[in-house]
């Protein structure tokens, strides 16, 4: 985003551009706790996030592709969410192992 890019009383907009994910995150806790009395612990899923979303739900980094890059920076960022308050996070290198497992198999078949 350009540092152009100007909010109400000159705030950036890169200060305030996941701000949307935290109320989104807290919309629909406060909307399944309210559904269910209270009773249950309700699960929500996000990629965007804001600071105290951990609050409210958990968060996907998005996806990546089955390479070993992506696999490499997936660890150190799931770590430092961890560090930083977001402790339940994850995400998503569903076909990697598959892939691999793949081509091993090719390989010694």
């Known amino acids: 985003m350009p540092r152009d890019a100007l909010h109400h009383e000159g705030i950036e907009h890169r200060e305030l551009h996941n701000a949307y994910g935290y109320y989104f995150h807290m919309a629909t806790s406060n909307g399944l706790l309210k559904r269910g009395g209270g009773n249950d612990r309700p699960f929500v899923l996000s990629r965007a996030f804001f600071p105290g979303s951990q609050r409210y739900g958990s968060v996907w980094t998005g996806d990546n592709t089955a390479d070993w ?25 569903s076909f990697f192992f598959l892939i691999i497992f793949i081509v091993l198999s090719d390989d010694y078949i």
């Open 69 to 93: 890059d992506h696999l490499r920076v997936s660890v150190p960022m799931i770590l430092t969410l961890g560090l930083s308050g977001i402790s339940f996070s994850g995400k998503c290198n």
